[in-house]
């Protein structure tokens, strides 16, 4: 696979005698990383995951037996984990982060069901009035406070890993707006917490943690 933002008409990569075809994009330990280096085919994908399993829980989460408060873990320890699987290594847009409150969105109106106005007529629930009786971290501070967990492991290892990311190519970067970055969001999450020297701050596992836990906080872009 090649991440470029130039052109290459080539099906086939060589390295020494050996010949490799060139893939778009391919499966790594169930996540998808392609050529374009962005997630949003990978936000998609673990949506209709989500979607899947959703629906083959959906007599849990319609029956009266059940209470809310079950049903609230049915989503969380079942149907959320499959929907934010991986994301932190995600480089989310606003729209991906979007697409994520939707999605959860749509989960919880089905759990609290509708609520009666003042002339004794079931209308939807307005999204704020869903926020206040789930009164839980939200899908997307639970991805950001996952990405800024992540980041601290990535930012204090000495192995691999961190050698990758602290890496500069030696060329000049090209015209235009550059591409977004994993480490961009980072950047921008932890700037809206206060943190500066984030790399620095990472070495101390204490403090990152209240980093962590202030993330959960975090709405989106």
Not at 19 to 32: H, I, P, S
Not at 92 to 107: A, G, M
Not at 174 to 202: C, F, M
Request: some cysteine; hydrophobic content about 35%.
């Amino acid at each position: 696979m090649i991440v470029s933002r130039q052109n290459h008409r080539s099906d086939f990569l060589k390295v020494n005698e050996y010949t490799f075809e060139r893939v778009r994009n391919f499966k790594y330990l169930g996540a998808d990383i392609n050529e374009d280096a962005n997630s949003h085919e990978e936000v998609k994908r673990r949506l209709i995951a989500a979607n899947r399993c959703y629906f083959g829980l959906l007599s849990l989460f319609k029956s009266k037996l059940l209470s809310r408060k079950s049903k609230v873990t049915l989503y969380k320890v079942l149907v959320r984990p499959i929907a934010l699987y991986a994301s932190s290594t995600w480089a989310t847009t606003k729209s991906d982060e979007k697409k994520l409150e939707v999605f959860e969105t749509k989960i919880l109106r089905k759990i609290f069901g509708p609520k009666k106005n003042n002339e004794g007529e079931y209308e939807i629930r307005s999204n704020k009035n869903l926020e206040e009786l789930y009164n839980e971290t939200n899908i997307v501070g639970i991805l950001k406070s996952a990405r800024i967990g992540w980041a601290g492991h990535v930012w204090r290892s000495k192995g691999l890993i961190g050698q990758i990311i602290s890496w500069k190519p030696n060329t000049k970067r090209p015209r235009g707006r550059p591409r977004q970055r994993w480490s961009d969001r980072i950047k921008e999450d932890l700037k809206r917490l206060g943190v500066r020297n984030a790399e620095k701050t990472a070495q101390n596992r204490e403090d990152w943690r209240q980093c962590v836990v202030a993330a959960m906080g975090l709405k989106g872009l």
